[in-house]
């Protein structure tokens, strides 16, 4: 890779315009070489909002559990939560549905649950709208539970073929963390992950008074919205820097966090949002035939976020890479930049 380097800056450079994209952080493994680069606003050790890429450390954490036998990926989530926080979860056409979500629904976003975040109230706004125009606002699991019962669930949990995106699944696979352990989320990712893997720069954003991490903006505009980042937690309160989020994907697809054999069992694929898929706590990225017409971009499969963080990989042909754009008015960037990252890298 290292006759690559400077091709690989070239593309990062680039796609730096100030106007939709202000700084951009990546790096990139294959065949065990590894490069990492930024460009703008952004360092290569930047520490950085990761978004729902977290997804992936709260998807370690479950089959961490479940490989110690704390846990079935068919329990019902009543078996690990009270009833306060299940009753009226799940309501569809009259009928409660709330016993029948497991936490394998939850990481497959087959649940049918609304998303607290980006779900619309009787006012037709959503959180996010909120967010987006500066606007920061606190939350804690109480309210968002209480957000999603108020919408409608778009479908029955388990129904086939069925997949929405919902970010309420995670609040619920962080407090079933919390209750199985009896500890706070964060401690129990610095037992399990971080310390672990030497993760010394990746944390649960806990503090609005926290100013380490990097704001990401929307379209021209930075967003200072700390409050509101304490409140995502299990959804999408991580921050980490490209180098430690390579660390983390690898030891996730290698065994280092839990039995490389679940792999296999978490690539069950529903469609959830052109061109991603979502499988059981892990999403794939594979571009269409008309937009690939050679097959040369590999399938991948790991997490995004809407800041355009990721964190995405094809283990059989040790290919890895992860960064952000962190804008979220424009997460596709971080796409097209991979592509072309990965097509330099495999070309050589």
């Known amino acids: 890779m290292g006759s690559n380097y400077q091709q690989l800056q070239e593309v990062l450079d680039k796609a730096v315009d100030r106007n939709k994209v202000f700084g951009t952080s990546f790096c990139i493994r294959h065949g065990g070489n590894e490069w990492c680069g930024a460009s703008g606003d952004l360092e290569v050790n930047q520490q950085y909002f990761i978004a729902s890429t977290t997804k992936l450390f709260v998807t370690a954490a479950i089959l961490k559990y479940r490989s110690v036998g704390l846990l079935s990926l068919d329990d019902g989530i009543g078996k690990h939560l009270p009833q306060h926080i299940i009753s009226g979860l799940h309501v569809l056409k009259g009928k409660?549905?709330?016993?029948?979500?497991?936490?394998?629904?939850?990481?497959?976003?087959?649940?049918?649950?609304?998303?607290?975040?980006?779900?619309?109230?009787?006012?037709?706004?959503?959180?996010?709208?909120?967010?987006?125009?500066?606007?920061?606002?606190?939350?804690?699991?109480?309210?968002?539970?209480?957000?999603?019962?108020?919408?409608?669930?778009?479908?029955?949990?388990?129904?086939?073929?069925?997949?929405?995106?919902?970010?309420?699944?995670?609040?619920?696979?962080?407090?079933?963390?919390?209750?199985?352990?009896?500890?706070?989320?964060q401690e129990?990712?610095?037992?399990?992950?971080?310390?672990?893997?030497?993760?010394?720069?990746?944390?649960?954003?806990?503090?609005?008074?926290?100013?380490?991490?990097?704001?990401?903006?929307?379209?021209?505009?930075?967003?200072?919205?700390?409050?509101?980042?304490?409140?995502?937690?299990?959804?999408?309160?991580?921050?980490?820097?490209?180098?430690?989020?390579?660390?983390?994907?690898?030891?996730?697809?290698?065994?280092?966090?839990?039995?490389?054999?679940?792999?296999?069992?978490?690539?069950v694929w529903n469609r959830i949002f052109f061109p991603m898929q979502s499988g059981i706590g892990i999403h794939r990225f594979k571009l269409l035939r008309i937009f690939d017409p050679f097959g040369r971009m590999p399938e991948l499969i790991g997490h995004s976020g809407l800041s355009g963080a990721l964190a995405f990989c094809n283990p059989k042909r040790g290919l890895y890479v992860t960064g952000t754009v962190n804008q979220l008015a424009y997460p596709d960037t971080s796409f097209r930049l991979i592509i072309k990252l990965i097509q330099r890298v495999l070309r050589r």
Do not use: C
């Open 96 to 185: 409660d549905h709330s016993e029948d979500i497991t936490i394998r629904h939850l990481l497959a976003h087959t649940s049918g649950l609304p998303d607290y975040f980006q779900g619309k109230d009787g006012g037709g706004d959503s959180l996010e709208k909120l967010l987006k125009t500066n606007t920061d606002k606190q939350w804690d699991f109480e309210k968002a539970l209480e957000r999603s019962k108020m919408l409608t669930p778009p479908f029955a949990p388990g129904q086939a073929k069925k997949a929405h995106y919902s970010d309420t699944n995670f609040q619920l696979l962080g407090r079933i963390i919390e209750a199985i352990s009896g500890r706070s989320l």
């Open 188 to 267: 129990v990712f610095i037992e399990l992950i971080f310390t672990p893997l030497g993760l010394e720069n990746t944390y649960l954003y806990a503090d609005a008074k926290d100013r380490r991490p990097k704001a990401f903006y929307y379209k021209g505009l930075p967003l200072h919205i700390p409050k509101a980042m304490t409140s995502f937690g299990a959804d999408g309160g991580i921050v980490s820097t490209s180098g430690e989020m390579m660390v983390f994907l690898e030891a996730f697809f290698n065994g280092r966090l839990f039995p490389v054999e679940y792999i296999e069992e978490l690539q």
